[in-house]
């Protein structure tokens, strides 16, 4: 379990960072916490013939409040968010779910950017993002943009970040309306069987304004639960409101079968874990 | 002295049975031990080996150019250019097609990951490029992954001579099993298939050979169990004089059976060696290890039971089919899942009919081997599983109906069905207080409470009864006759410090420090003065390492033996010395006095320092050296316990929370709680990983799909549960030092546990066994929350 011989440069900017990308072309990759690239690289699944490591890059790391929304840079590490205070306050959705992302010596090590990144369907972060309608920072060669996280996850392992360019940032609107995040997962630790991150606009009377239920481990991106969404948004949540959610949770999605567990027993747990999480979020207690 | 040896030794008695802290954890704790990994030599090269990409094929050829060309090659070796012999049985068994595996694949390959070629570079990094341009040009053939599959009539055969890859069938019978069905109230019947998984030790396989020409001198240092049956099969099949070939063993990280064997890369990587005169390293890696160490545990297991009326067992009829996978390797591999397993089930019953078939089938999977109560944890899970079953459709509480069924201590020694003689335990004993300790009355009022909110929790109990020590009369009674023996020898140096060396060695079971506990108070001297020494053929006596609970028992007795030897030279000169009989004096802290008058007395180093320069002393008799080497091969000892689980399962998602697992351990002489207790923690450990997590899963072309951690699920010490173990001590009648084995029972018997604690808690459901291991989708499937396999709920 070593990998293939490849070069490997330490950018101190980002500009560096991308020019070092372009010179290096396609094959090259960018390095940041190592913990999804590096074993890909010892199974020899992964070849890049370079690596551009941007975790010493200055600037890239660090949580800041710009406006509404915090700015997490890219290669701030897993466990630095997790115990960020105003992440605690404004996403502690986003603090609970890196509660699932591995263990501490991972999150240590792994940058939020990096899972964002690496687009693991059944990962964590990347379900968070899309549910909380949070944008994504990239820089190349041709310039700024900025990707909302709705678009930003293209196919397994695949996002719209082009060869040549970095992630540097992810912006995290404040959302404090209800919010739950289910998952089940074989181990601790472990990427999830299946997932949901629930983020929910509620009025004072306890209708559903807005509702993202956005599940993980079912689809090859991170999957909005549109009809089950559009069940709960008008209505208060109910035990009998989740059911039917749950209901057309497992009616609709089509998850693939794999070692750990088949499309059957994903879509019953992706089903439940709704279920749960719509009356977690709304603090009422589950019945039946 | 009894044959349970003389302890407490008059004035001694110490250091047997306390909770003395193990001399070998700072070393282990601070990274200062060496492993096989850490050890460098002056040109030393790195070995990768080209594994077989297919299942099942015919070689055509193998092109090596564009390797050789690769920066850092040095040589690629095939089985043209390794020409070793295949490793031997060491015995002869009735019945037994065992094609052995050769040291790389000949012609054929047998099972994806199979050795094909040596690769030879500078370092490991280069050796894996090298060997991923080894063109392996195959021929497929048709691929068998299942015992059914190879058993059918038109299927592909993996070794054409045999004609069949059925490698063994036999059934045995005891008592009048046929009557006993004919009369019975009620008859049960089932077919379980247990999960396959595998030890995992920390610390995979890892070789560094180092052959001198001009020394004639091929040393092997190997993370084996056994370094001298290694160094026997190495000399044999090389072939190599054993008297210039030594095996060294390193620290080593885990063992739990996998590495008792020889196997093939041991055999190449020397033989590497021997063709290069350089000195190699191979050291496995994850994958590897997960591929081709060997695998272990699946059986699939027909049970029959005849009951009377009472809910006594009458009857009993076990059909064990073993997957034996591709070959057999050295020992009778392929054999003992299912054979040991068959010869175990009965266990703790009162069984006097039993019929039991044992088939072992050869099919394109990793090789079979032993793993930690080999055979027995499929046995006693489905045993447990399917007694359990019983027991809620008789409506009798379980461990009613265990103790209806299991020996009594009044009945020791019990001639068990099978033929094994159980020389001592309160089986029943055992049961009665982990049935104490867990409080079962509160916890059935517990389990009714939490079930009217919605929350299931569940208990399982698994009594086990364990064969160990492993001597030659053990063996033949387990149906594997071998002779197995051990050595140990005890001197005194000039300064009156003590060494042992013995031919077992350590995987991390402690035996610096027990086996010292034993030298102490047997010479009643501190432990502090004893040193062990292991796992070096040069300076051991020969003997067959630690595997199947053997080393308490026959290390631990052949140590008490020489000290006992070394004692009575100890009184003998220290009589002559102070002109008193031998009789009259005692040994007490490293003193060696007249009973009543301690101011006349000498110390070790008194007597050590006469024992050695004294002339007068000295010349008298030259047996007055103070040192002993004794050979032992102790009489079959049963262990015995119970392991009880207790879980809480979330009937929707599958999910089991392990609260807690108590197990009662009796391994007769306890020499050290603490290292029983640890025996016990990390055979639990494997328990929850094979019943919750572990299996390895192969595709319809022999692929290995959980060939990584990120599929093949090890538990953590998070999906560990506190653990309580608590010590019952029946001293074993016949043993030195009354020791009995331990270490296995864990795993043998708290898969069990867990598994009838799940189909406990799912009971309101109606839940039975149907698939291993307990996954949250076969949990969920059990509790009837998921339609049937395959459909959508
Ligand atoms: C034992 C273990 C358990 C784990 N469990 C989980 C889990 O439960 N859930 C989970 O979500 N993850 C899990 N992970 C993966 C972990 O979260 C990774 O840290 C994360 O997926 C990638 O972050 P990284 O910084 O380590 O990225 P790297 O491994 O360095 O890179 C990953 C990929 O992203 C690219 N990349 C990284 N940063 C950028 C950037 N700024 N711009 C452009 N491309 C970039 C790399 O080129 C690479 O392709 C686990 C990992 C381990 C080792």
Not at chain 2, 453 to 467: D, K, M, N, Q, T
Not at chain 2, 668 to 680: D, F, L
Not at chain 2, 742 to 757: N, T
Request: net charge negative; hydrophobic share 45%; proline share 6%.
């Amino acid at each position: 379990m070593k990998p293939t011989p490849f070069e490997y440069h330490r950018a101190e900017t980002t500009e560096e960072a991308v020019r070092l990308l372009v010179e290096c072309g396609e094959e090259a990759k960018v390095l940041a916490g190592g913990q999804s690239l590096v074993p890909t690289m010892n199974l020899r699944l992964a070849q890049p013939s370079a690596l551009i490591d941007i975790a010493g890059i200055g600037g890239l790391a660090g949580i800041a409040r710009e406006g509404g929304s915090l700015r997490v840079g890219a290669t701030t590490r897993q466990s630095a968010v997790l115990a960020d205070p105003e992440i605690a306050v404004d996403a502690p959705m986003v603090a609970e779910a890196l509660r699932w992302v591995g263990h501490e010596a991972n999150r240590n090590r792994g940058t939020f950017g990096g899972s964002a990144a690496h687009a693991d369907p059944a990962a964590e972060i990347p379900a968070v993002l899309v549910a909380l309608g949070a944008d994504l920072e990239i820089t190349g060669p041709r310039g700024f943009r900025t990707v909302p996280a709705a678009d930003f996850f293209v196919s397994f392992f695949t996002t719209s970040i082009e060869p040549d360019e970095l992630l540097t940032a992810v912006r995290l609107p404040s959302r404090h309306g209800p919010w739950a995040f289910e998952e089940i997962a074989r181990r601790h630790g472990d990427f999830a069987l299946v997932g949901v991150a629930a983020a929910l606009v509620v009025d004072e009377q306890g209708i559903v304004g807005a509702c993202d239920l956005v599940l993980m481990g079912v689809d090859d991106v991170p999957w909005s639960a549109q009809a089950a969404q559009e069940v709960v948004v008008g209505n208060r949540v109910t035990p009998e409101l989740a059911r039917e959610a749950r209901a057309v949770i497992e009616s609709t999605v089509e998850p693939s079968s794999d070692v750990h567990a088949s499309s059957c027993y994903r879509s019953h747990a992706a089903g439940v874990l709704v279920e749960r999480a719509l009356l977690k979020a709304t603090g009422r207690k589950e019945q039946g | 002295m009894t044959e349970s040896g003389g302890f407490p030794y008059p004035g001694g008695g110490r250091f047997v049975g306390a909770r003395v802290k193990r001399a070998e954890d700072p070393r282990l704790l601070t990274g200062e031990a060496r492993y096989a990994a850490d050890i460098q030599l002056p040109g030393m090269l790195a070995v990768a080996f080209v594994r077989a990409t297919e299942a099942h094929a015919r070689i055509e050829s193998i092109d090596v150019t564009e390797a050789l060309s690769l920066p850092g090659a040095v040589a690629v070796l095939t089985a043209a250019d390794l020409d070793v012999a295949p490793v031997p049985l060491p015995f002869e068994f009735d019945g037994l097609a065992a094609p052995p595996q050769p040291a790389l694949a000949r012609n054929k390959v047998r099972f994806l990951g199979e050795p094909v070629a040596v690769v030879v570079a500078e370092n490991r990094y280069q050796a894996e490029d090298i060997a991923d341009r080894v063109r392996v040009r195959y021929d497929r053939l048709g691929v068998v992954v299942s015992p059914e599959a190879a058993r059918a009539a038109d299927a592909p055969l993996l070794f054409e001579d045999l004609g069949t890859n059925v490698l063994f069938e036999r059934t045995e019978s005891a008592g009048d099993v046929e009557g006993a069905f004919a009369e019975a109230a009620h008859v049960f019947r089932k077919t379980f298939h247990t999960n396959r998984f595998v030890a995992c030790p920390m610390e995979g396989r890892g070789v560094v050979a180092h052959y001198e020409p001009r020394a004639d001198h091929l040393k092997v240092w190997s993370s084996t169990q056994t370094p001298f049956l290694l160094r026997t099969t190495l000399a044999a099949v090389l072939p190599y004089p054993e008297h210039r070939l030594q095996v060294i063993v390193p620290e080593v990280g885990g063992g739990f059976g996998a590495k008792m064997s020889t196997y093939p890369e041991e055999v190449a990587v020397a033989a590497a060696s021997l063709k290069l005169g350089r000195p190699l390293s191979w050291i496995e890696d994850r994958r590897e290890n997960l591929l081709a160490a060997n695998h272990a545990k699946e059986q699939q297991i027909t049970l029959e039971l005849a009951l009377d009326t009472e809910g006594q067992i009458l009857a009993l009829r076990a059909e064990h089919v073993g997957d034996a996978g591709a070959y057999n390797f050295n020992s009778t591999s392929c054999l003992i899942e299912p054979f040991i397993g068959a010869r175990n089930l009965p266990g703790v019953l009162r069984l006097r009919n039993y019929e039991w078939t044992v088939v072992s089938v050869a099919t394109n999977r990793s090789p079979v081997g032993a793993f930690r109560a080999v055979g027995s944890t499929p046995g006693s899970t489905t045993r447990d599983a399917f007694l359990d079953e019983i027991a809620r459709q008789l409506g009798i509480d379980v461990v009613k109906f265990f103790r209806k069924n299991m020996i009594r201590a009044d009945e020791m020694p019990y001639h068990q069905a099978t033929g094994q003689v159980y020389d001592s335990g309160d089986y029943i004993g055992s049961l009665d207080q982990a049935v104490e300790l867990v409080d079962y009355a509160g916890f059935r009022r517990r389990q009714e409470e939490a079930r009217s909110e919605g929350r299931y929790l569940g208990i399982g109990f698994s009594p086990f009864v364990e064969a160990t020590g492993w001597g030659s009369e053990i063996a033949k009674s387990q149906g594997l006759p071998f002779s197995s023996h051990d050595n140990a020898s005890v001197s005194v140096d000039p300064s009156g410090m003590v060494t042992v060396a013995t031919s077992m060695a350590s995987q991390g079971q402690g035996h610096e420090t027990s086996f010292a506990q034993v030298a102490a108070d047997v010479l009643g001297v501190d432990v502090a003065t004893v040193r062990v020494t292991q796992g070096d053929t040069d300076v051991s006596p020969y003997g067959m390492g630690t595997f199947a609970s053997r080393s308490a028992i026959i290390g631990g007795g052949s140590v008490l033996l020489a000290a006992e030897e070394v004692r009575k030279k100890v009184l003998a000169i220290a009589a002559k010395t102070l002109e008193a009989s031998a009789e009259d004096l005692e040994i007490a802290d490293g003193r060696v006095a007249v009973k009543g008058a301690p101011q006349r007395g000498l110390s070790y180093p008194e007597v050590a320092a006469i024992a050695h320069w004294d002339l007068g002393v000295r010349s008298d008799d030259d047996g007055h050296r103070l040192a002993a080497t004794r050979f032992y091969d102790p009489p079959a000892t049963f262990s015995n316990g119970c392991f009880v689980a207790l879980v809480e399962v979330d009937p929707e998602l599958g999910t089991v929370k392990l609260e807690k697992i108590v197990g009662v351990e009796d391994c007769g002489r306890v020499i050290n709680p603490m290292i029983v207790e640890g025996q016990s923690h990390g055979a639990v450990a494997q328990a929850v990983g094979g019943a919750l997590l572990e299996h390895m899963v192969y595709d319809e072309n022999g692929g290995l799909i959980t060939s990584t951690f990120m599929d093949y699920l090890l538990p953590t010490a998070l999906d560990v549960p506190p653990i309580e173990i608590a010590h019952m001590e029946t001293l074993a009648p016949h043993t030195a030092g009354g020791f009995k084995g331990m270490g296995e029972g864990g795993l043998m018997s708290a898969p069990g546990a867990i598994v009838c604690a799940v189909v406990d808690a799912l009971s309101p459901f109606g839940a039975v066994l149907e698939e291993l291991p307990l996954g949250p989708e076969q949990v969920a499937r059990m509790a009837g929350s998921l339609a049937t396999e395959g459909g959508h709920s």
